[in-house]
């Protein structure tokens, strides 16, 4: 299972891929941030504008960029309502989680589940960070659902980079294969 619906507004992108034409998704959070999503289509001349997108993440490399997380969209509707982000991954977890702690004492993990559509970290808080480290080992098939987001980062050589990632709010045990 590898799903998303996620409700924004899109722009036509300034640079295309190999992969496809660039678009970016701007989807608003309840605490005012805003998500900046990549969406990357074969199609050229997508719908622009407050839409809903349904489709599904894939991640593969992409010269200049990294590995992002982005959407490939299969269903592109005009919507007024914006802000909904819905995404469902199933995959194998590549390896054993670890929960740290962030300065504040709040519990975090990361973790990569490996998909038939490339690796999408997963991003967990609090109580579920440290259920996650203590139930699952790597090789477990996971299904993570959440919020797929973006955040920027400086890298080692002070430049701004983006990171996308699934913000989950729920992970099982998948009884699924690939």
Do not use: F
């Amino acid at each position: 299972m590898n799903d998303s619906v996620i409700s924004g507004t899109l722009k036509k992108g300034d640079t295309d891929y190999p992969q496809g034409y660039l678009y970016i998704l701007e989807v608003p959070r309840k605490s005012g941030a805003v998500d900046s999503l990549m969406v990357i289509s074969k199609t050229p001349g997508l719908m622009e504008g407050p839409v809903k997108i349904t489709g599904h993440v894939r991640s593969e490399y992409i010269h200049k960029i990294g590995v992002p997380v982005y959407i490939v969209p299969e269903k592109i509707e005009s919507v007024e309502d914006l802000g909904e982000s819905r995404t469902t991954v199933t995959g194998r977890l590549k390896e054993d989680p670890v929960c740290r702690h962030t300065k504040k004492g709040k519990s975090i993990s990361t973790i990569l589940l490996v998909t038939n559509d490339g690796t999408v970290p997963v991003l967990l808080w609090g109580k579920d960070a440290e259920e996650v480290s203590e139930k699952y080992k790597g090789g477990d098939m996971l299904t993570a659902s959440g919020r797929l987001r973006s955040r920027e980062y400086p890298d080692k050589k002070g430049q701004t980079r983006t990171a996308y990632e699934l913000s989950a709010s729920k992970v099982k045990l998948s009884g699924g294969t690939q």
